[in-house]
């Protein structure tokens, strides 16, 4: 079992940036992807972005493409969203997420961090 724990978030104006941390813990050797996914109030849960612990292929929404980047530090088996010029439609609750090598789809998930873009 995985445990994702977030932090980072909170209120930003258009424009600005904000950085997401998200931690694993647990059985981290047994995750193969890692991601980030956000739903804003009245909608489904959408896909943003994942990355390949071990080869570090990327994977971006076309939403989010060339605005946000994943990162990633394997000794510390954490992940990182940073989103720069944010819109109001990024406002969302973001959960970072993670595939373990058992499993066809993402099977463990973080807390869910809240992020508030202003116009």
């Known amino acids: 079992q995985v445990q994702l724990v977030e932090s980072g978030g909170g209120l930003v104006q258009a424009g600005g940036s904000l950085r997401l941390s998200c931690t694993a813990s647990?059985?981290?050797?047994?995750?193969?992807?890692m991601g980030w996914f956000r739903q804003a109030p009245g909608k489904e849960r959408e896909f943003v972005v994942d990355?390949?612990?071990?080869?570090?292929?990327?994977s971006y929404a076309e939403s989010v493409k060339g605005r946000f980047s994943i990162l990633r530090d394997k000794a510390k088996n954490a992940v990182y969203l940073q989103m720069n010029s944010l819109k109001p439609e990024g406002t969302a609750v973001y959960y970072c997420?993670?595939?373990?090598?058992?499993?066809?789809?993402?099977?463990?998930w973080g807390q869910g961090s809240q992020v508030t873009v202003s116009s």
């Open positions: 647990g059985s981290p050797f047994s995750v193969i992807v």
């Open positions: 997420a993670a595939r373990s090598v058992s499993s066809r789809d993402f099977d463990s």
């Open positions: 990355i390949s612990r071990f080869s570090g292929s990327t």
